[in-house]
Each structure stands twice: as structure tokens, then as C-alpha cells.
């Protein structure tokens, strides 16, 4: 029960849902911090952070700080850079760039954003960034600029040689990019967060709604409305733009750049948008009580789609003597890692999963999106269509597959693809817009 009420104060101080991120992880980090703070129990530990602010900063640090590195899907920078100079630059003369990281973790965002504009060429009096995160630790390490190796990943560093001092076993950032940053300490659920000033150009907001409850996600999406200019652009993580678009922002189509523009859709009779939630495909899954995890196959062996190749794969599990438990929580920890980044062993261990659950819909399509990530299209192709095989009505594998031939130059496809995940999500809604659905299928694996 003490847990429990800790994970609700979690989602009401930070909008982070247990369903999404993981009992366990919440559990584990609760552990962690009633060892630090020596009480002798969990519900001991509630009664502490119930009367300290300061304990409970310290225990969503050790919930929400997350694992990342810069330049982190580089084409959305690429496109930013390219935004900027092409578009935004000629039509505000004289304006001072506005952008926003949020959250910024601990610097390698906003930074990074800072340095693809200093190689557009775009001068330091014409932009400005900020960061802001509701982490200390987090925020104390992206004033520093001090980065370990870890912080630096992909084959192409050159921007190190440009904006790094080596110091050490690690690097310390230029002055240059630093000036050009300020970070501050806020909670993107704050309505009061920057009541009264101008609104920023670009947001940047990546990969924290996937973590969240979905009452968070409304607020979320309000005030990151509230702090984007009218024409401003959003950018967010590769599972999070179908929702701002069902919220009402408008998807730009450029394979790889998860990003939407502020542009509104009609609304009927003052409406509020609606906000249409699928399941997260790196959510961590947790068992409620009486219910299965979500894993979503809905087999059909005998099907043929014109729009996909058939894989060669059986709709029959093979025997296996795992229990279904040690199944399930690889199949758990492979999301939990590309969650965290770590997309490598992420996909090993996917790869291990489907080898015993060949017909497991979701692993399919968790595949895809590391692949995707990875910048490996025609393989990330490959998992989509298999999860779609398997599913015709997977909307989200119908979404990305749309992406992925559209990149590849095949607009009539996609736009079919789009159109049948348009079907499945208007199949999928409720008579009452303002409840969030969850498609539940069966699974052999449960």
C-alpha cells in the first residue's frame, strides 16, 4: 500500500505513470532511497517524503534522469538546422530565436540544438536557448559542460573536435556554447511555468510523454500550446507525435524527424482536441491486478496483404521449456533498455525473445522502432511488416511503415497506410471523446 501511494504521489507531483515507466523501476529506485535515508521501512519512507521537498526531489531524480547523448537522432537537428535558415531567418529578420528543452537532462540537448545553429552559420546574437528540468543533479551537471565518453556516440564526432577541450578522461564544452544556453529549474506540469513571457520558436520536448499518466499528457500538451509561438515547431520522441497530432498539432512528413507544427485543426462547438492514447511500444509493461500485460498479437496465419510481403514465419509458438514468466520479462527488459537508449542490447535481446515468440506482434514491432532508431530503414521495414502480417490492425507498425516508404519515395503507400491506420484508429474510439482508449487483443503468450 505504501508504494502505491508513492507511485500516486509520483503522478501528481511529475505526471509519471507506474504502468508506463514500471512498478519496478519506481520500486527499485524507493529501495535505493530508503537505504540512503536509513528509515527503517517503506512506510516509514512515505511519512519522510511527505514532510521533505528535498527527499522528494531526490527520489524523482532517482525515477525520471535519464540516459542521453548528443545529437541524439541527428536528423531532427539537421532539419532544424536546415528550418532556420531556410524559412524561419528570412521571414524574422532581426527576431532572436527562441527555443526550448524540456526536459533538458543534463545538457546534451540544448547544447547540442546550440551547436547544430552555430554550424548553420546562424550567429550567437540571433538565438537563444534554455533549458529547463526538474532535476538538481541533473541541471547542476549541464552547467558544468563536463562529459564523459558516454555522452558522445555515433561514428561522426567531429563536432567534439569543434566544441570540446579534452579535460582528462572527459571533455569540457567551449564558453562559446555555453554563453548560449541557460538552464533553469522547472516542472513541464507547472502552469505557471513561464507565465508572461514571450513564447519560444521551437520546442524541443522529446521522449517524456511516454512516461507519462494520461491526464499528464493533457496538461503536457496545453502548456507546451501555451509556450510555442503560432507558427513555432514542436519536437518530439518517435513515439510521441502520432498523439500530438490526435491532439491537434499538425505532422511534418520528414522521414526520421518526429516533429509537428503549431497549426490547429478546426475544432466543432469549442471542443477540446482529442487526445487519442495508444500504448507506448517501449512502455514498460506491469501487471495490474486480475489483468495480463498488454502485448498486443492478434494472429492471423492465413492472411494475405497485397501492401506487405509475407514473412516466413508460423503463427504457432514453438515449444519452449521457459517459463512464461522469464519470457515475459525479456521481453520486458528489452523495453526497458531501449527506454533508457542502450538500443544495442535492446535489440539483441528482442532478437533472443522472437526466436521462442516468432508470433509475438508487439516484439515485431519493438524491433522496428530499434532498427528505426538506428537509421537501418530496410531492416526497421522488415519488422513492420511482419507486426502488420500478424495484425493488420496494428496501428502504430501502420504509422511507421507509412514513414518509412514515404522516405523511400513511395507517396501512394504511404498515404494507403496512413489512410488504414486512420480506419483502425476511428474503429478503436469510444463513444465519449474525452476517455482514452486502450485496445486490448489476446495473446498466445499470456
Known sequence: MSLTMIESLLEKEIGVSADAIG??????????????????????YLNHIKRSQEEQGNLIEAV??????????????AFLANYITEEWLPEHKGDLLRVLSVPCSMGEEPYSIAMALMDAGIGGDRFHVDGVDISDAALDKAESGVYSQGSFRGDDLSFRKRYFEPKGDA?????????????????????????????????????????????????VFEILDRLLATTGILFLGHAERQAAIEWG????????VFACRKERRKRENGLKPVLQVHPHPFQRQSEKAGKKPHVAPRLHPSVTIDEVFEPEISSEQPESNEPYEAQKDLFNEAQS??????????????????????????????MGLILEALDNEE??????????????????????????????GDREKAAHLRR???????????????????????????
Open 379 to 408: 531492416r526497421a521495414e522488415e519488422f513492420f511488416n511482419k507486426a502488420i502480417y500478424l495484425d493488420p490492425d496494428h496501428y502504430e507498425s501502420l504509422n511507421h511503415l507509412s514513414f518509412v516508404v514515404e522516405h523511400r
Open 420 to 446: 488504414r491506420a486512420r480506419r483502425v484508429s476511428q474503429k478503436d474510439k469510444i463513444s465519449n471523446p474525452d476517455k482514452l482508449v486502450k485496445v486490448q487483443r489476446k495473446s498466445r503468450l499470456q
Open 64 to 77: 525520471v534522469v535519464p540516459e542521453t547523448w548528443f545529437f541524439r537522432n541527428k536528423n531532427s537537428f
Open 171 to 219: 571533455y569540457q564544452l567551449s564558453a562559446d556554447v555555453r554563453k548560449k544556453t541557460r538552464f533553469i529549474k522547472g516542472n513541464v506540469l507547472d502552469r505557471r511555468l513561464f507565465t508572461g513571457q514571450e513564447p519560444y520558436d521551437i520546442i524541443f520536448c522529446r521522449n517524456l510523454l511516454i512516461y507519462m499518466s494520461s491526464e499528464a499528457k493533457r496538461r
Open 249 to 256: 498539432f499538425a505532422g511534418i512528413p520528414e522521414f526520421g
Open 23 to 44: 512498478s519496478g523501476v519506481i520500486a527499485k529506485a524507493v529501495r535505493l532511497r530508503v537505504a540512503a535515508c536509513g528509515s527503517a521501512d517503506i512506510k516509514t
Open 337 to 366: 533498455l531501449a527506454d533508457q537508449g542502450s538500443l544495442l542490447s535492446a535489440l539483441e535481446l528482442c532478437e533472443t525473445f522472437l526466436g521462442q515468440n516468432p508470433a509475438h506482434v508487439q516484439a515485431h514491432f519493438l
